[in-house]
Every structure is written in structure tokens, then in C-alpha cells.
């Protein structure tokens, strides 16, 4: 989908995309259109803020937008590089705008990340993970923080076929200001389904190398050498 202001020429195209609109600047009015040729169902969310909350992507100099509130992720087969913006601070309209230079050693970012539920792979449960993860409340208490960062782009593990939101917390004392959320499904060119279906290989693989070798250990006088081979051997089978 594609994210427009009026009377404003830049746009955004993508999944997992936002802008910011400035009380008394903005008309409050946001564009959405469909570029792709068929019904897609879409989910918006709004987010108000007070005056001091730190602006996210307000200091955006490598994102298509000046204000750029969004999450960027490339992933590969074993790590997902997470990118943003940094954030500004936010002021009253009577007061002096805090340039983007001092603005960032009092702003602090903190990464989280949320999984959905194993195996489901609907748009109501993508919708649902979304939302929660759109708010800063809901951020902080029902997923993982991750790590805190000053970098714009951080490495994270990629968990193929484990569908993950993540998002940032832009922090400056006592206010705080939540990105856009991101999603991935580590799947690469597969398909969310035949995806779906190397987690679970996977995760059988695991848990069935791992009780073979706690049943050869117990009930037979085999050495290491060939416990390792029936525990592979065994996992394989399990998992298929």
C-alpha cells in the first residue's frame, strides 16, 4: 500500500508502513492507495502523542521521508538486519525545536520482539500481533526487549519459519514513543506454508535426537561414537 499526505508530494509503498501528522501542520487526512491490481485487507493504527514524546524517524537522513517512523528488515537465512531512524524530540509549538545532534544522548532505543502464535499463520493472528506491538504499554509488558542500541542497524537471529514482530522504544526521560512494527516470517522465497513446514522438520529433529539420546544413554552400554549415530539416525525419523 502506498501512505500520502495531501498537498505533500513524497509518499510511502510497503507493508508495515507509517507516517507522523503534526497538530496545526497536518490536516490530519492520510491517502491510502492499492497499487496492486487486487482486494487486499489492511490494518490502521493511530497513535496519539503529548508534546514531548520523542518524534520517531524524526531525525531521518537515509529513509525516503524527513519524518520516516518506519522499520526497514533484510533478512537472509540466518540473521535479520533490523534498520531505522533515528528519533527527534519532541517540544511545544512556542518552544525552540531540539536539533537532531543534541537530541540523541538524551534519547534511548530499545529493541523488542514478539512471536506469534506457533503455527498460526492467519491475518487475524497478524493483524492481533501487530497492534499489540503498536503501542508502547503493550510493548514493554507483553514482549522480549531485545537489546537497547544507539546503531541504525543491528543484526538479529533469524528463526526460519517462526513468524516475529519487532519494534523500538525511543526514550528521552520520561517520555517514550513506539516505531512502526515489522514482521518477518523467515521464509525467504518459500511460501508461509511450505515455511511453516521446515519449522516443524526442524523442531522435530531436536526433540527427537534429543530423547534418543536419553533412552541410549540409560538402557544400553553403547560408547559416544555410536550414540551419536543412532541419535541422528533416530532424530531424522522422528522428525519426518
Do not use: W
Not at 526497514?72 to 537465512?77: A, D, F, G, S, V
Not at 514493554?140 to 533469524?158: D, G, I, P, V
Not at 539420546?213 to 552400554?221: A, M
Amino acid at each position: 500500500l502506498t501512505l500520502f499526505k495531501p498537498n505533500d508530494r513524497k509518499s510511502i509503498t510497503g507493508r508495515n508502513v507509517g507516517l507522523v501528522l503534526f497538530t496545526g501542520v497536518d490536516s490530519g487526512l492520510v491517502h491510502i492507495h492499492n497499487p496492486n491490481g487486487v482486494d487486499v485487507n489492511a490494518l490502521v493504527v493511530t497513535d496519539q502523542h503529548v508534546a514531548y514524546d520523542p518524534i520517531p524517524g524524526g531525525c531521518s537522513l537515509e529513509f525516503p521521508l524527513k519524518v520516516s517512523p518506519f522499520l526497514r528488515l533484510y533478512e537472509n537465512q540466518y540473521f535479520n538486519r533490523l534498520e531505522y531512524q533515528y528519533a527527534s524530540i519532541g517540544s511545544a509549538k512556542d518552544l525552540k525545536h531540539v536539533s537532531c545532534e543534541k537530541s540523541q544522548s538524551d534519547i534511548e532505543y530499545n529493541i523488542y520482539g514478539y512471536f506469534l502464535r506457533e503455527g498460526d499463520y492467519t491475518e487475524k493472528e497478524y493483524f492481533r500481533a501487530i497492534t499489540l506491538m503498536s503501542n508502547v504499554s503493550d510493548i514493554s509488558n507483553q514482549s522480549s526487549k531485545l537489546m537497547n542500541t544507539t546503531a541504525l542497524r543491528k543484526y538479529l537471529y533469524a528463526y526460519t519459519g517462526r513468524p516475529v514482530v519487532y519494534n523500538i522504544i525511543a526514550t528521552s526521560h520520561q517520555f517514550s514513543s513506539a516505531y512502526v512494527p515489522i514482521v518477518t516470517y523467515d521464509c525467504g522465497n518459500d511460501s508461509i506454508e511450505h515455511c511453516g513446514k521446515h519449522e516443524m522438520l526442524f523442531f522435530g529433529l531436536i526433540d527427537g535426537s534429543f530423547i534418543a539420546y536419553l533412552l541410549l544413554i540409560k538402557y544400553t552400554e553403547l560408547n559416544q561414537s555410536s550414540i551419536r549415530i543412532y541419535t541422528s539416525a533416530t532424530g531424522t525419523i522422528l522428525a519426518l
